[in-house]
């Protein structure tokens, strides 16, 4: 399987701009370079083997990912700030790290679906970073550019932020699927990023649409 190729670059809108009437607006490009390339990251572990991730697939959902193995699957309901979803979250939940109390974050893939609301994909990544910045302490785009994939328009997005004082880096995959988008979501502490890099990237490049 291919690697996703990102452009280095993060789509903002102007914070003045009406997320909920979505005028179309010029997006402003700035200029960012992955912190692996500047040499700012510890270096990741090898790319995993094939045999190490299982295939979930919900025709009736109109998707299949590949997850680690040992990973645990949670299929639940939206939580109180994604109420715009579309009643489902799937959380592919990383081994604990003991002792648990020291580190109670599990690094975690999720899949769900939103509406799209008549925004191109880059106008609702771009929408979807406007709110980021408004909510999550230290926001900072890090890469976001188009990539390939087995069905739909693709637009992969890299943030850093901060979740109860603590630096976190997540990877979003938007996949534009009718009049809905998916979201793909890798997040983990930022110290612990280059521990399962490797897994969120094959499970994110191997997300496809399924016919319903």
Not at 14 to 32: D, G, K, Y
Not at 72 to 99: K, M, T
Not at 126 to 151: I, L, T
Not at 167 to 176: E, I, S
Request: hydrophobic letters at 45%; aromatic letters at 10%; glycine letters at 8%.
């Amino acid at each position: 399987m291919g690697r996703l190729h990102v452009s280095r670059r993060a789509g903002a809108i102007p914070a003045s701009a009406c997320v909920l009437s979505f005028p179309l607006c010029a997006l402003v490009i700035l200029a960012a370079v992955l912190p692996a390339a500047a040499g700012g990251e510890a270096p990741a572990d090898p790319r995993p083997s094939e045999g190490e991730f299982v295939t979930f697939a919900r025709p009736d959902l109109g998707f299949s990912v590949r997850y680690p193995r040992a990973w645990d699957v949670w299929v639940q309901g939206p939580s109180a700030w994604e109420a715009r979803s579309l009643g489902w979250r799937i959380s592919f939940v990383g081994r604990a790290v003991p002792p648990l109390s020291a580190d109670p974050f599990r690094p975690v893939i999720f899949v769900e679906r939103f509406p799209r609301m008549g925004m191109r994909l880059q106008q609702y990544t771009a929408a979807h970073q406007e709110v980021a910045r408004r909510d999550q302490a230290a926001y900072r785009a890090v890469a976001a550019g188009p990539v390939q994939g087995r069905g739909g328009e693709r637009y992969l997005l890299e943030e850093t932020y901060e979740f109860n004082g603590n630096p976190m880096r997540k990877q979003t995959l938007f996949v534009l699927d009718g009049d809905g988008v998916f979201h793909i979501t890798a997040v983990a502490p930022e110290g612990d990023w280059g521990q399962d890099r490797r897994r969120f990237e094959v499970s994110l490049a191997s997300f496809a649409l399924l016919p319903r």
